[in-house]
C-alpha cells in the first residue's frame, strides 16, 4: 500500500524565514512525487514535481530515497507563499493511482 | 494543462437525496478522476471513469452510492445517492497530464442537513 505523511498540519513562519515542509511516503515501487499548492479561493493546482528537478515560486523538493522524504523547501518565505500544500505520489505501472497527503497549512507572518 | 469546471460549486440537501456533479474538460481526456475531500482529511480517489467502459471504484465506494457515468471523453458526472450527513465534502474531479501530474476542477462544496 503506498502512504504519503506531512507530519505538520499547520506551520508558521516569518516573511524571510526559511520554510521546509515535510513529507514522507511509502511505496514499494518507484515513485513520482508531487507537491501541489492550493492558495485562497483557488483550485489546487500542481506546484513542482521530482522528476523535473525545477524550482517554481523559489520552492525546490528533492526526492530521498534512503529516507523516503520529499520535503518541500523555500529559502526565504514571502506572504504570497501562505496556502495549502499537499505532497502527492503517483503509482508507476500500468494502473495509476494518486494518494495524496494530508495538506500542511503555510502561514507567512508579515 | 487542461481547464476543467464543474457544476454546481455547491449545494446544500437534504439527506436521502441525491445529487449529480458535472465535470466538463477543455480537451479530449482518457481518463477522468473523482476525489473525495472530507472536512480537515485529505483527498481520497473515489473512482476512474473511462470513456466506454465502467468506472473504477476505489476500497471502500461503491458504483450504487457513487455511479458515475461517462458518455464522452470531455464530460463526466458523479452521483451521491441516498446522501447523509457524512458525504458532506468536497467533490473534486481531475485529469491526467503528459507527467502523470493531475489537473483539477474547482471542487463542489456539498453539505447534507
Known amino acids: 500500500a503506498q502512504r504519503v505523511t506531512q507530519p505538520e498540519k499547520l506551520l508558521s513562519v516569518f516573511k524571510g524565514a526559511p520554510v521546509e515542509l515535510k513529507c514522507n511516503y511509502s511505496y514499494s515501487g518507484s515513485p513520482e512525487l508531487f507537491w501541489y499548492v492550493q492558495y485562497s479561493r483557488q483550485r489546487l493546482q500542481l506546484l513542482l514535481r521530482?522528476?523535473s528537478r525545477e524550482s517554481i515560486k523559489g520552492f525546490t523538493a528533492d526526492l530521498n530515497k534512503g529516507e523516503t522524504s520529499f520535503h518541500l523547501k523555500k529559502p526565504f518565505a514571502q506572504e504570497e507563499d501562505s496556502a495549502m500544500y499537499y505532497c502527492?505520489?503517483?503509482?508507476?505501472?500500468?494502473?495509476?493511482?494518486?494518494?495524496f497527503g494530508i495538506g500542511t497549512k503555510l502561514q507567512v507572518i508579515p | 494543462s487542461a481547464v476543467i469546471s464543474q457544476k454546481p460549486s455547491r449545494d446544500i440537501c437534504q439527506r436521502g437525496t441525491s445529487l449529480t456533479i458535472q465535470c466538463q474538460v477543455d480537451s479530449q481526456v482518457t481518463m477522468m478522476f473523482w476525489y473525495r475531500q472530507q472536512p480537515g482529511q485529505s483527498l481520497t480517489l473515489i473512482a476512474t471513469a473511462n470513456q466506454g467502459s465502467e468506472a473504477t471504484y476505489e476500497s471502500g465506494f461503491v458504483i450504487d452510492k457513487f455511479p458515475i457515468s461517462r458518455p464522452n471523453l470531455t464530460f463526466s458526472t458523479l452521483t451521491v445517492s441516498n446522501m447523509s450527513p457524512e458525504d458532506s465534502s468536497i467533490y473534486l474531479c481531475?485529469?491526467?497530464?503528459?507527467?502523470?501530474?493531475?489537473?483539477f476542477g474547482p471542487g463542489t462544496r456539498l453539505t447534507v442537513t
Open positions: 521530482h522528476i
Open positions: 481531475s485529469v491526467e497530464g503528459q507527467s502523470d501530474e493531475q489537473y
Open positions: 502527492a505520489l503517483a503509482s508507476s505501472g500500468g494502473y495509476q493511482k494518486v494518494t
